[in-house]
């Protein structure tokens, strides 16, 4: 569970001021889908470094599963980064000199118990369709294909919660709509993800959708087909935690 | 406590290091300048030293009394094996001994064979002993009970070629060899030939006759006077008595002879060390440099890294950890590199510089890796503390910002 109490993230200081996050106030229950919209210097992207430990609140404080990581150190955020979340950069973020399938096994790096493992990576590379492309480097990847590998790098660790900072930004319609797809799949299998966009097309998605404005968050009605199909469910897909 | 596997630091570490093989190679090899400087310097100190003590053993000598005027030539013809002839009045022989302080004293003859030699490719040392007063080759017989040395036997030293058995000519006179010397490095007494007394003045009566050139011996004369000091007595001082009651002589000693050592390495003891050194005081700011450069450059990489989850220790780890990888290698290699020449070409330094020369024990040799290794280390690391401290410090999201992660 992530609770978000009334955090404010300010930089600059005196007239300079800028408050890219204005008292945020909400809660991520257990396996939802929560969905951030806003255009883009609304805020919504350090309100998801705030929520990943990346960067510490001004006001406020942020709660993972009872962990306050405002004032949590490094180490403690670091190997809840590692063990509790997935991340999921909006440009893939793979590092060029290591193959899909290093790339996918680096948060294991961070870990001494690591649940993630080759077999694990191979599985997840297969979940998301580039198996095939586990020992190319990023270099030859097409943008869909490292977005995908940038997924299964998240999922490496079998996080409870997946953040992911606009992951179909730079995708054509047809990729966006098959991610979209496995990270349904992937919320259906459990995993609470939390994911900032700026195309409402995705609201039908998500259970919780917020959007962004200057800083300030407000609470939007999420779709109909949210509704009809709750996350949690049913699910369609694993990912791999049993490997 | 860490928190995270080694593995994990070696394996993007290395990754890092052959992505990048020309800057690779190149800090390596500065590295590998340093480490082969300083391993070069200290086996080549460590070997004159270690030939020196087992030479100076093999004499069972504190001190050799010489007349001064042939004090440089005795050092030569101990440190380097220069062939020398040179006499002085005996009466000191007597005088010396009879010194407080001395234990015991024993007469020698040093006499420069001529060219022609079956053993060898020059002239060489021969050194005729007083078996009576004798404790270098003696001491040598008690060791080898089965060598007897009679008339015209001589001793060989380990670098004079001959089959024990076999026979060697000097100055016509053919003498018989009854054993061999182990090498000790110190070439006065591997290039030497030791016989006795009586067969040196047969043989320089024969050589009138024999010989191409006539050898004379001044009846009563001697060459040199070693000798071994009483236990508790100070070499010093004996050899200042000594040098007090027969005028005209000097005494080489231990001491005076590792200066002499000392000495002709230093021009090449202090290039080594000094380029070392200067290698090492230019290596650490430059390295600092492309460390400072190399973090900025992958700040992009080290941001993912911690939005993954690296901690900032990890990430401060991985910068030290390539460094030590990075100089581990070229100081391996440079080591390696001097090693190898050193082993093929130590004789011919040595000759070169005049200095006698043997390997090292492996413990001195082992501590000089160990030297040569923990300098570029220990240099790497701190010319990478800092950017290492500061990268890990960086705030990722300013980074993923700015790189559009």
């Known amino acids: ?243 | 406590m860490r928190e995270y596997p080694l593995s994990g630091l070696f394996m993007l570490a290395d990754r890092n290091l052959r992505n990048r093989p020309a800057r690779t190679i190149a800090v390596a090899a500065t590295f590998a300048v340093i480490a082969a400087s300083l391993f070069s310097a200290q086996y080549l100190m460590s070997g004159a030293r270690q030939s020196l003590d087992n030479g100076l053993n093999r004499m069972g000598a504190d001190l050799m009394i010489v007349p001064a005027e042939y004090a440089t030539s005795g050092e030569d013809a101990l440190l380097t094996g220069r062939p020398t002839t040179f006499f002085f009045q005996d009466g000191g022989f007597e005088t010396i001994a009879d010194i407080p302080g001395v234990a015991r004293a024993s007469p020698e003859l040093f006499i420069g064979t001529l060219y022609g030699q079956a053993c060898c490719a020059g002239p060489i040392q021969l050194i005729a002993i007083d078996p009576a007063h004798d404790f270098t080759i003696s001491s040598w017989l008690k060791e080898n009970p089965s060598v007897i040395m009679g008339k015209d036997d001589i001793i060989v030293g380990s670098a004079i070629a001959g089959d024990i058995g076999s026979d060697l000519r000097f100055y016509g006179h053919t003498f018989h060899i009854a054993g061999r010397l182990d090498r000790t490095g110190l070439s006065g007494v591997d290039m030497a030939v030791f016989t006795r007394i009586e067969d040196a003045y047969t043989m320089a009566d024969e050589s009138g006759i024999k010989a191409a050139r006539k050898l004379s011996i001044p009846k009563g004369m001697v060459s040199a006077v070693l000798v071994r000091v009483s236990p508790g007595s100070d070499p010093q001082t004996v050899s200042g008595e000594i040098m007090n009651r027969v005028p005209g002589t000097k005494a080489i000693s231990r001491a005076g002879l590792s200066g002499t050592v000392s000495e002709r390495l230093k021009t090449t003891a202090s290039l080594l060390y000094g380029s070392a050194l200067v290698v090492t005081a230019v290596t650490i700011p430059l390295l600092g440099c492309v460390a400072v450069l190399i973090a900025s450059e992958r700040r992009r990489e080290t941001a993912i890294l911690r939005g993954l989850g690296a901690s900032q220790s990890f990430v401060r780890n991985l910068f030290i950890t390539e460094s030590v990888l990075l100089t581990l290698a070229g100081a391996c290699t440079g080591i390696g590199t001097a090693a190898l020449f050193l082993v093929a070409f130590g004789d011919f330094i040595a000759i070169s510089l005049k200095i006698p020369f043997t390997m090292p024990p492996a413990g001195s040799i082992l501590t000089s890796m160990g030297v040569a290794l923990c300098l570029p280390v220990i240099s790497g690391i701190i010319a990478t503390l800092y950017p290492a401290v500061q990268v890990s410090r960086a705030d990722p999201y300013t980074v993923i910002r700015e790189a559009g992660i």
């Open chain 1, 1 to 243: 569970m992530i609770e978000v109490r009334g955090i404010r993230k300010t930089f600059g200081t005196g007239d300079s001021a800028v408050h890219a996050v204005d008292h945020a106030l909400f809660t991520v229950d257990d396996g939802d889908f929560t969905l951030i919209l806003g255009r883009s210097g609304s805020g919504k992207s350090t309100l998801l470094a705030l929520i990943a430990g990346l960067i510490r609140p001004t006001e406020g404080s942020i709660l993972i599963n009872g962990t306050d990581i405002g004032t949590a150190a490094d180490t403690r955020m670091a190997h809840l980064r590692a063990r509790t979340m997935g991340f999921v950069f909006q440009f893939s973020g793979l590092i060029p000199t290591l193959t899909a399938l290093e790339n996918v096994l680096v948060p294991t790096l961070f870990l001494r118990d690591a649940p993630g493992n080759r077999e694990r990576a191979m599985f997840l590379l297969g979940k998301v369709g580039v198996a095939g492309r586990a020992h190319a480097y990023p270099g030859t990847l097409s943008s869909g294909e490292m977005k995908r590998v940038a997924i299964a790098r998240a999922l490496i660790n079998d996080p409870a919660i997946l953040i992911a900072d606009e992951p179909t930004g730079d995708l054509d319609t047809d990729t966006e709509a098959e991610i979209m797809a496995l990270f349904r799949e992937l919320n259906r299998g459990g995993i609470t993800i939390v994911m900032v966009t700026h195309n409402p097309d995705l609201i039908p998605c998500a259970t919780n959708v917020y959007r962004m404005e200057r800083g300030t968050l407000k609470k939007v009605p999420a779709g109909p087909a949210c509704s009809s199909n709750p996350p949690g469910g049913p699910a369609s897909v694993n990912t791999g935690d049993r490997v």
